[in-house]
């Protein structure tokens, strides 16, 4: 081991320190604000400290909404979005995972053109087939539902590349084994496949999770109905162009509810989290 | 590469990828092509009729001074968001690097900022930096500094930049620490025995052999800044002040749904397209040569 002397030791602490600091001040600031009243924020005279009105604000903000622009609690919101981060995060598993198996395990006409086709929807990330893909959610009616909310980005090139690459690395002892007694394709699906993809499928799981739950622009153009909002379309809405309408307390409470979720998945999964995210790169 | 053991089925394999193959058909393949299509047409005001007009919705748009600064701005924008988050997030990850106590810790607090969403993201910092009621403006009042991101441009474009570097630091430092933990530490101490000094190793030695994830990274944060940057833009500025703020994927957006130009909206989706793919390319060209290393 090269030697670490002492000074530069605490040089290093210091440096990690300051950058956690960074990293977590706009989130310290947006917690006090969420407990202080509204008229001393507006002011622009925010404290630095906690002030008395936690229980009241995350009342309001969970239950009622705010008065002004968009009147829909935020507990519906968050209902919202963890349907759609959900049925993303699982949709994209189920899906990638059926396709990788027949693509792995099958020899079949147009197999190759079939990955390709797959393969090629990388390029295609929703922010550039924007427009279209709406009118078509619109065709379908699908407008304003969980459905149109998931369906048009639970396709996964990635999912199904990561599933292709673990199922090469399963020996093909295993499939002897299962054909000698008697299984059928799905039966080894079922019973041995999908039991050793298990740690693949969770550390999956947590990236799209998050993937799906910051969703942004799709919801923003596909939902109209309040009561269809997802939290991240919900903030936006909260921030009133005319300044002196804007409830920062609640705005901020929101901020802090919407990343709960997916903050406490990264933190909880850590391992899973990171293990997946450097495989999902490649 | 190929599996020797397989299964026999004529239908079953069709039916296993059915599923993703009409997701992909229905909402990604025939949605592009419309794109491609509509990006060929010129629409009347009233949608009541439209001509194929060959590439002048192309055309129209690089004669657009507009588009050619939306252009520019976004390579800028990537740029400087890549640079500074990349720097810091490497700093980072070297300190991380080393043998200290706690270093766990420090790990899982830089981490989180990964799961933060985009517009949260932004309601953050606008928070922040507010002109009238900003905890972080006061200060630069106080220092001289006549701030005030709503109006000024340059302001609103180094607000947005600070921004999306800010969430891209864990991500970056997350790669950094793998591609760091990666080098064998046998070659540091080889340098340390040749007597060279802290900095000079980390240029001569971990630098060098950081380059491909130094590569990889800067591809993944320009594409970052290209797409995952609307939703700190439209809840921080909306674009705006003028259009000081307008990237690529802004003004597809904004062209498109508030401007009802569908024609030059659907012309901007390819040419982004376009750039995505070369992106992608580039990023997989990378990959291939490092599984070959």
């Known amino acids: 081991m090269v030697e670490e002397e002492g000074f530069r030791r605490y040089v290093a602490h210091f440096i990690l320190w300051i950058g956690i600091a960074i990293v977590a001040f706009p989130v310290y600031i947006a917690i006090i604000a969420s407990t202080q009243d509204n008229a001393l924020i507006a002011n622009g005279q925010m ?236 | 590469m190929q599996k020797q053991a397989i299964f026999q089925s004529k239908l079953l394999p069709y039916a296993l990828v059915a599923p993703q193959l009409a997701i992909v058909l229905i909402f990604f393949y025939w949605p592009a092509l419309q794109a491609v299509i509509q990006s060929f ?15 002048e919705n192309y055309v129209e748009l690089f004669r657009d001074p507009a588009y050619f600064e939306a252009i520019v701005r976004t390579f800028l924008f990537s740029f400087a968001i890549a640079v500074s988050s990349l720097s810091f997030a490497l700093l980072l990850a070297v300190m991380a690097d080393k043998p200290l106590r706690g270093s766990m810790l420090y790990r899982t607090l830089l981490i989180w900022p990964y799961a933060v969403a985009p517009p949260v993201v932004g309601v953050l910092w606008i928070f922040m930096l507010h002109p009238s009621l900003g905890v972080l403006s006061r200060y630069l009042r106080a220092v001289g500094i006549d701030w005030n991101p709503l109006l000024d441009g340059d302001q609103a474009a180094a607000l947005i930049i600070l921004a999306a570097a800010w969430k891209q630091i864990s991500y970056n430092f997350l790669f950094f620490l793998a591609g760091l933990q990666a080098i064998p530490k ?91 793919i070369v992106l992608t390319g580039i990023q997989f060209r990378f990959v291939e040569r490092k599984v070959t290393y």
């Open chain 1, 47 to 282: 404290s630095l400290l906690p002030g008395g009105h936690f229980f009241e604000t995350y009342y309001q903000t969970i239950f009622v909404g705010t008065s002004g622009s968009t009147r829909e609690p935020v507990g519906n919101m968050m209902l919202n979005s963890l349907v759609m981060a959900l049925a993303i995060a699982i949709g994209k598993i189920a899906i990638s995972i059926i396709s990788a198996y027949a693509i792995v395990y099958f020899r079949f006409p147009f197999r190759m053109p079939i990955f390709w086709i797959i393969f090629i929807t990388l390029m295609l990330p929703v922010e550039v087939r924007i427009y279209p893909t709406y009118k078509i959610v619109a065709d379908l009616h699908m407008l304003d539902s969980y459905a149109g909310l998931a369906l048009p980005l639970i396709a996964s090139a990635t999912a199904t590349l990561l599933f292709r690459q673990f199922f090469m690395t399963v020996p093909d002892e295993l499939l002897e084994a299962s054909r000698i007694d008697g299984a059928g394709p799905l039966r080894f699906f079922w019973d041995t496949l999908l039991p050793l993809s298990r740690t693949n499928m969770a550390a999956l799981f947590v990236i799209l999770f998050i993937l799906g739950w910051n969703q942004y622009l799709w919801p923003l153009l596909i939902t109209t109905r309040d009561d269809m909002q997802t939290i991240q379309v919900g903030i936006r809405k909260m921030i009133t162009t005319t300044d002196a309408l804007t409830e920062w307390p609640i705005v901020m409470a929101t901020a802090v509810l919407a990343m709960l979720p997916p903050v406490f998945v990264v933190v909880a999964m850590q391992k899973l989290f990171v293990r997946g995210l450097v495989e999902t790169e490649k």
């Open chain 2, 41 to 55: 047409l010129l629409q009347d005001a009233f949608g009541l009729s439209t001509t194929f007009v060959w590439f």
């Open chain 2, 186 to 276: 046998s070659v540091f101490e080889a340098a340390a025995i040749d007597g060279a000094r802290p900095m000079r190793r980390f240029w001569t030695v971990t630098f060098p052999l950081l380059s491909p994830t130094i590569f990889f990274l800067l591809v993944v944060n320009i594409v970052y800044a290209f797409f995952d940057t609307f939703g700190i833009i439209d809840t921080m500025t909306r674009g705006g002040p003028g259009t000081s703020t307008v990237t690529l994927v802004y003004k597809v957006y904004s062209d498109g749904l508030l401007g009802g130009n569908l024609g030059s909206s659907a012309a901007q989706s390819v040419i982004l397209m376009v750039m995505v």
